[in-house]
């Protein structure tokens, strides 16, 4: 793309200074538009080392609020981050709704990079381009504005630069190593560039590439580009039409489970005691292979998840597990993409995080209650695939469960809970209004079940009308899934 | 305090059962007790290296939802938090109101280790002692139950586990360096946790000492202490009778502040550019230099922060600044500690931190709108002053401005607001609700001011009706004030 770009030619300084004094008009109105419709906009800025990317989103930020915007500029990952799947520190600092991100240098910078200096194979060099076309189009999909500037210098134009900041004992410190070593070998660098962009170039979210040589007319290309790419048509409502791209499992409809299933105390107790020291066991090995585990819980109300994950989280090291129980999101979480709250979420490598509820309300209680368009939901389930297979990519396992019980089975829960004073407080009036809409939600349940349940994140039935049997059921399937998982590691 | 302990001699197997039993009960009840009255416990575990501290915590959990609790375990501060204050990592983990956290060590175990191993001079090992003593008795003061207690083992007895445990392929990663050097220089760490302990011993928040010898003996030693500690006798309403420590800079009353000073057009200029372009040299100096800058900006609505903050800001590199605009806290923000929320968006070394509005909330909007109890806010003076000596300590350069005009400017610039089309989202009716209460509120700053200016987090009053001359004098302060601090700091 780079190779094949003709700059426009730089304008006069007379023409330059009018065209800055429009649209800088033109920046702080759109501002307050973008404020007021609630709009997100991510202004991501990579390019060469020295092209003044830093300097001119300094510029640009000096008309705007500081309360609504956020510069994001990151060395290397730091040790956690290093913990975490490569597009969680970009993920993490995303804005919410109304608000500005600036990415001086972002996912592009650092995925070039790491290529150029070999740190990644090819093959994982193709894998994240997918993943970034992935982050990118779901941020567009859930009503991000994302432009992407790229800042291009010649060769001579950055030693002349690098030289300069060297010098000066005030800057020298800005120069790294890679910028000169980015300098050295310019050339194979642009060719990595120039890839990276045509890959990364999709229709609704384009490179805009600026001749940054001088700082004024750079800064003028960056204003007006960011304008037009604010004034463009906004994406068509609903987002991408999204085809299943995954090996999707089979699973029967809950109406066919057979519920009939049940373990006597004795066997219970003894095959629980077994089952959590297989675990204990196990999660001592996982943290010495650094393996994230990510287990879901869904179900009914009443079904007996918080039951299981007690039981489970009983074989488990308290030093190295986490659960989250999942509510109604928090405002700054409401205000963000879906997934936002359950990226900031990811356990470390080595450790279990444990959802109770999770991801899936998208399409379960966003779905019924109309929190979510039909678009949104529909999209859901492409964009929860997408998620996931990028946390297996990364090493994670991930174990899925829907508790199940019959209508009748959480009618006599839910009595019991209100007639047990020490239970009551886990029953609400809630939990009786989502009873009124079992129908709707069993619909939902299957059409999820049908279109999420991959080979990395299979789905499993609990049957929970004998809690027991549900219990022993779920450490058997953990259990069992980390041997596996274990073994293959260790005779990698 | 261990030397002089005499353990309660091991009751017989019989009577641990029983009493395991009885107790195990009581701790089931109490858990719910303290849910239902949103009662946050804090239970810190800190012993020798393979006491059994972790299997201890792994124990008492099995009886608790997962959803109630959290065990923080910590090994050496990471990179980032390295690069925070000491208590950071310890106070960003607290646990809501109704919730637990168990520390498997914590600050106890950190200070006494780096001070044996002479990381820390014995000053700054008796500076720490005295933020611990702050930092706990403001957790119990806030409400929180802080529940202490010290894995006591011998040296022959320590030996034994760590061979045992290094025997075993499975466990023998568990055995640190520490733990080796620690049983060999036994005397001399008891010396210091005794020390430790003496002086950490506090009526309202005592230690509990664990004869660790036997796991069940320990375990019941544990429960029965932390059901003893949550049955006693809550902390007298209003916490403890604060004394002031600090050396408090003296302030003019509000209505003592001369406001008809400004400065023309031109001077304005002129002056910002200046004063923007030593500011950023100032700021690649900070960064070099790793010291933490905290700004916080006070002031009546309509006074002009947001435009103070935009001039600051634009004399900073944006890769090293953040701006944080504080609101109503969110949920997870107010079932905790007042100050948490400011503890989590501290700024790392060589970052400055602005904030818009602050920690100063306390003993203004929740003194006047009755959010908290008169105890609480007048102890919040004193709680403060520790918070900013604690980041003083720490290295933080701290300025705080009180941006002052009269009532009238507020009325006509509120006026203003309404007219004006794109400066209307800045109006909301609690602003003229807010200005109804104009002579409580200044009260309250007066107040605020006489009792939390010390010289290591003075107030600045940025006299604000000629808005340029506020802007002009708040860059001038925070610049003189930098520039001091660096020559004092190169100087070093």
Same mark, same amino acid.
């Given at each position: 793309?780079?190779?094949?770009?003709?700059?426009?030619?730089?304008?006069?300084?007379?023409?330059?200074?009018?065209?800055?004094?429009?649209?800088?008009?033109?920046?702080?109105?759109?501002?307050?538009?973008?404020?007021?419709?609630?709009?997100?906009?991510?202004?991501?800025?990579?390019?060469?080392?020295?092209?003044?990317?830093?300097?001119?989103?300094?510029?640009?930020?000096?008309?705007?609020?500081?309360?609504?915007?956020?510069?994001?500029?990151?060395?290397?990952?730091?040790?956690?981050?290093?913990?975490?799947?490569?597009?969680?520190?970009?993920?993490?600092?995303?804005?919410?709704?109304?608000?500005?991100?600036?990415?001086?240098?972002?996912?592009?910078?650092?995925?070039?990079?790491?290529?150029?200096?070999?740190?990644?194979?090819?093959?994982?060099?193709?894998?994240?381009?997918?993943?970034?076309?992935?982050?990118?189009?779901?941020?567009?999909?859930?009503?991000?504005?994302?432009?992407?500037?790229?800042?291009?210098?010649?060769?001579?134009?950055?030693?002349?630069?690098?030289?300069?900041?060297?010098?000066?004992?005030?800057?020298?410190?800005?120069?790294?190593?890679?910028?000169?070593?980015?300098?050295?070998?310019?050339?194979?660098?642009?060719?990595?560039?120039?890839?990276?962009?045509?890959?990364?170039?999709?229709?609704?979210?384009?490179?805009?590439?600026?001749?940054?040589?001088?700082?004024?007319?750079?800064?003028?290309?960056?204003?007006?580009?960011?304008?037009?790419?604010?004034?463009?048509?906004?994406?068509?409502?609903?987002?991408?039409?999204?085809?299943?791209?995954?090996?999707?499992?089979?699973?029967?409809?809950?109406?066919?489970?057979?519920?009939?299933?049940?373990?006597?105390?004795?066997?219970?107790?003894?095959?629980?005691?077994?089952?959590?020291?297989?675990?204990?066991?196990?999660?001592?090995?996982?943290?010495?292979?650094?393996?994230?585990?990510?287990?879901?819980?869904?179900?009914?109300?009443?079904?007996?998840?918080?039951?299981?994950?007690?039981?489970?989280?009983?074989?488990?090291?308290?030093?190295?597990?986490?659960?989250?129980?999942?509510?109604?999101?928090?405002?700054? =979480? +409401?205000?963000?993409? /879906?997934?936002?709250?359950?990226?900031?979420? !990811?356990? #470390? &490598? %080595?450790?279990?995080?444990?959802?109770?509820?999770?991801?899936?309300?998208?399409?379960?209680?966003?779905?019924?209650?109309?929190?979510?368009?039909?678009?949104?939901?529909?999209?859901?389930?492409?964009?929860?695939?997408?998620?996931?297979?990028?946390?297996?990519?990364?090493?994670?396992?991930?174990?899925?469960?829907?508790?199940?019980?019959?209508?009748?089975?959480?009618?006599?829960?839910?009595?019991?809970?209100?007639?047990?004073?020490?239970?009551?407080?886990?029953?609400?009036?809630?939990?009786?209004?989502?009873? =009124? +809409?079992?129908?709707? /939600?069993?619909?939902?349940?299957?059409?999820? !079940?049908? #279109? &999420? %349940?991959?080979?990395?994140?299979?789905?499993?039935?609990?049957?929970?009308?004998?809690?027991?049997?549900?219990?022993?059921?779920?450490?058997?399937?953990?259990?069992?899934?980390?041997?596996?998982?274990?073994?293959?590691?260790?005779?990698?």
């Amino acid at each position: 793309m780079i190779q094949q770009w003709k700059p426009t030619e730089k304008p006069d300084s007379l023409e330059i200074r009018e065209r800055m004094k429009k649209i800088k008009e033109k920046w702080i109105q759109l501002q307050r538009q973008m404020r007021e419709n609630g709009q997100p906009v991510i202004v991501l800025i990579e390019g060469w080392g020295a092209a003044g990317k830093g300097s001119a989103i300094g510029s640009l930020i000096r008309e705007i609020d500081p309360r609504f915007f956020q510069v994001v500029s990151m060395a290397g990952p730091t040790e956690e981050e290093q913990r975490r799947p490569f597009l969680y520190r970009y993920f993490v600092r995303i804005p919410e709704a109304g608000k500005f991100v600036f990415y001086d240098s972002g996912w592009g910078d650092e995925l070039t990079k790491s290529y150029a200096k070999k740190e990644i194979s090819q093959a994982e060099y193709e894998l994240r381009l997918k993943s970034i076309e992935r982050f990118e189009r779901q941020l567009s999909d859930n009503g991000y504005k994302v432009l992407k500037f790229f800042f291009h210098i010649s060769q001579k134009e950055q030693k002349k630069r690098l030289d300069e900041l060297a010098a000066d004992p005030d800057t020298c410190w800005r120069v790294s190593e890679y910028d000169r070593w980015q300098n050295k070998h310019y050339e194979k660098c642009l060719e990595l560039f120039d890839d990276y962009l045509k890959v990364t170039d999709f229709q609704e979210i384009p490179w805009r590439i600026v001749d940054a040589k001088d700082k004024k007319w750079a800064l003028l290309q960056l204003l007006e580009g960011i304008c037009a790419g604010i004034e463009e048509a906004p994406k068509k409502p609903g987002g991408s039409m999204l085809e299943n791209e995954f090996e999707i499992q089979e699973m029967l409809p809950l109406s066919q489970v057979y519920l009939n299933k049940s373990v006597s105390e004795q066997e219970y107790k003894e095959e629980l005691e077994k089952l959590q020291d297989r675990l204990k066991k196990l999660h001592y090995k996982l943290y010495r292979e650094k393996i994230p585990v990510i287990l879901v819980f869904e179900g009914w109300d009443g079904a007996g998840k918080g039951g299981i994950i007690k039981r489970l989280a009983g074989g488990l090291d308290p030093r190295g597990y986490e659960v989250h129980p999942i509510a109604a999101p928090e405002p700054g =979480e +409401k205000f963000r993409h /879906y997934l936002w709250r359950f990226w900031k979420r !990811l356990p #470390k &490598t %080595g450790h279990v995080a444990i959802f109770d509820r999770s991801w899936y309300g998208r399409v379960m209680v966003e779905r019924i209650e109309g929190f979510c368009s039909a678009e949104d939901w529909n999209r859901a389930y492409q964009e929860i695939n997408e998620f996931e297979s990028e946390l297996f990519r990364w090493g994670a396992v991930i174990i899925k469960f829907w508790v199940q019980i019959d209508k009748e089975t959480q009618l006599i829960r839910f009595q019991e809970r209100e007639n047990t004073p020490e239970k009551r407080w886990k029953i609400t009036p809630e939990d009786w209004r989502n009873r =009124e +809409k079992w129908d709707q /939600y069993e619909e939902a349940v299957d059409e999820m !079940l049908q #279109k &999420t %349940g991959t080979e990395y994140a299979p789905w499993h039935i609990l049957e929970s009308v004998d809690k027991r049997y549900g219990r022993l059921k779920a450490l058997r399937i953990v259990t069992e899934t980390l041997e596996n998982v274990l073994k293959k590691q260790i005779n990698k």
